[in-house]
């Protein structure tokens, strides 16, 4: 296996002086090629700042960042990137098969390309026959699938989720995760999604990466030893799924749930990521 993606040493620090902020403390680490990473970690801990700075929108204020062995300085052509917001990330105006095309637009391809690569990537993702409809015209889930599609549609080396599914109802965030994991087998993807759900950075990965409180620094890095075919019953009512959900949340919990830290959380996000660290705890121990 080759190395995709290679964090060294990673910082971003906002503001200079007095009002600086650290967002992301020396973070290191790799990504094979083919695997699928999950990045979970307390809201506010600069998940989102460590993708901008992978992708490269925002420079790290120290370290750098290499995808394939090239040194990251500008959104590379070969990465692409789901956004959390998926009703302000597609163009109103634009059909589905247009915004899918969008960022195909700067490559050497002819228009009949773009088109076909489109069609392809919105099969893909299931919603063949689409295409000429408004994304206003789709519900929330569909509208995430057109997102996926864009971005499946470069080809992407390396596909950045920053919380892709955190929007859609329990149903259709269970099949999203099940898309992105048949592209990643299909595609021979590498994928790092963002996610501040414990179970379901378990269910989607090959592996997960647990970040401090602000700012964030890895406190572990866990292989996921479950089968590569994966079943969103039985896979998570499975004793290695159950274990590892519970190791991830009591790491999560270990940063998060001194009593006056989770009292003081005016963050509903962080509080909901304690209290799920907590749930999942309880059920372990059954108490
Ligand atoms: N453009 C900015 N200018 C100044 N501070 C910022 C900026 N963007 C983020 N921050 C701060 O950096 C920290 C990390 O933010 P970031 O968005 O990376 O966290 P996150 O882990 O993605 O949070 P969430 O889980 O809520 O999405 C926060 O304290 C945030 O207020
Ligand atoms: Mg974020």
Redesign the pocket.
Known sequence: MSTMLEVSGVSHR??TGAKA?T??NDLSFTVEAGQLASIV??????????L?CIAGLTPPTEGQVSLHGDRVDGVPDDLAVVF?DYSRSLFPWLSVQKNVEFPLRWRSLSRAERRTRAAEALEQVGLSGVGGKYPWQLSGGMQQRVSIARALASRPALLLM??PFASVDAQTRFELEDLTRRVQREQGSTILV?T?DIDESVYLSDRVLVLSK?P?SIVADLPVELPAERDQITTRESAEFVTLRGEVARLLHGGTAAPEAATAAS?A?EWELAEQAKDVTETKTGS
């Open positions: 906002y503001g902020h967002a992301v970690g307390p809201s506010g801990c600069g998940k989102s700042t460590l901008r959390q920053d919380e963002v501040h602000s964030a963050d996000a």
